[in-house]
Nanobody, 117 residues
Framework: QVQLVESGGGLVQSGGSLRLSCSASLNIFGAFVMGWYRQAPGKQRELVATITPSGRTSYADSVKDRFTISRDNAKKTTGLQMNNLKPEDTAVYFC???????????WGQGAQVTVSS
């Protein structure tokens, strides 16, 4: 059974930093596009950042230049370094693994990130 487990969420003041990590029990982790999504109360889940198997990254405009996504294929982990956090970054952050052109799409349970003003 595939599992994605997030860690590293918490409470931080505005301007602070947090790092999220996601550990994946995927046999072919290196073939998956890894991503981070977030969902704030009363809002739809939105894409934050993705990283392809080759390491190409993309970011939502709202987090560009503040967040950095990474992956370690040997350790089957992906990370999200979040700097200069703002109150509007408060949300539950979800790790996602997607095998392009297939039905294989997996989600973690979510990690709460709260940024106080």
């Amino acid at each position: 059974q595939v599992q994605l487990v997030e860690s590293g969420g918490g409470l931080v003041q505005s301007g602070g930093s947090l790092r999220l990590s996601c550990s994946a029990s995927l046999n072919i982790f290196g073939a998956f596009v890894m991503g981070w999504y977030r969902q704030a109360p009363g809002k739809q889940r939105e894409l934050v950042a993705t990283i392809t198997p080759s390491g190409r990254t993309s970011y939502a405009d709202s987090v560009k230049d503040r967040f950095t996504i990474s992956r370690d294929n040997a350790k089957k982990t992906t990370g999200l370094q979040m700097n200069n956090l703002k109150p509007e970054d408060t949300a539950v952050y979800f790790c996602n693994a997607n095998l392009v052109s297939s039905a294989h799409n997996f989600w973690g349970q979510g990690a709460q990130v709260t940024v106080s003003s």
